[in-house]
């Protein structure tokens, strides 16, 4: 079974400090990993993703996520915030060694972390 | 904006009334979802629709009822909810049959149910 953990329910942050929301995921095969972003009254935004190859992935808005195999993580950086990265981030993951057509649409989401960088 | 509309944005029903909400993508996929969003819970997909067939039902009660009349557009019809359904609704597209398939959300239809 499939399962996603974000360990921290908020993440605090001085501007211009780097930052770290971290996930770590559960798949009986190998992983594909998302990172979504949501602002207020918006919905999710993808942000990066990670199917293979180098482990750093590097997405939107300067945001980076290092996948780490042995730790079974996925964890969300930046090298310096700012007060607009503030938002709720949600970790996925889904299992690729299930994908089929009509069943492999199954992305499990984690909880959330909301970050607050303060000016 | 993500290509995916929702309609209406917010909305306010009593338990015995009847509702539709709308989602609509521009993005020429295949694939539709919808999710339930609630405080401090992880995402909970309740439908799945690939080539307008439902491929994935996770348990959800039948007072909510999907609808995917082609692969652009995709309803929840909702009767006799409970105030436990209160929730933001999701509505995402996806092509699928690809690789990976990183999922495009619309902004939300906010549901209070009294």
């Known amino acids: 079974a499939q399962s996603v953990a974000q360990p921290e329910d908020q993440v605090n942050v001085a501007e211009g400090n780097p930052l770290t929301v971290k996930c770590t995921y559960s798949v009986s095969g190998n992983p594909y990993l998302f990172w979504y972003v949501q602002y207020p009254n918006r919905g999710l935004q993808f942000l990066l993703k990670y199917i293979t190859g180098d482990n750093l992935v590097k997405g939107s808005y300067g945001f980076e996520a290092e996948f780490n195999k042995s730790q079974t993580s996925f964890h969300l950086k930046k090298p310096s915030a700012l007060v607009s990265d503030s938002a709720l981030y949600f970790c996925?993951?889904?299992?690729?060694?299930?994908?089929?057509?009509?069943?492999?649409?199954?992305?499990?989401f984690g909880a959330g972390t909301r970050l607050f960088v303060k000016a | 904006e993500t290509g995916v509309t929702q309609t209406p944005r917010h909305l306010v029903m009593g338990m015995t009334n009847k509702k539709s909400l709308k989602c609509e993508q521009h993005l020429g996929h295949n694939a539709m979802y919808w999710y339930k969003q609630s405080a401090k819970k992880p995402l909970e997909l309740m439908f799945v629709?690939?080539?307008?067939?439902?491929?994935e039902n996770n348990s959800v009660p039948s007072r909510f009822s999907p609808e995917c009349p082609n692969s652009s557009h995709l309803f929840l019809h909702l009767h006799t909810l409970q105030p436990e359904d209160s929730a933001l609704y999701l509505c995402?597209?996806?092509?699928?049959?690809?690789?990976?398939?990183?999922?495009?959300f619309g902004p939300g239809t906010r549901l209070t149910v009294l």
């Open positions: 995402a597209s996806s092509q699928a049959g690809t690789s990976v398939d990183e999922q495009f």
């Open positions: 629709y690939s080539l307008e067939e439902r491929v």
């Open positions: 996925a993951v889904r299992d690729r060694d299930s994908f089929s057509f009509t069943g492999g649409f199954k992305t499990i």
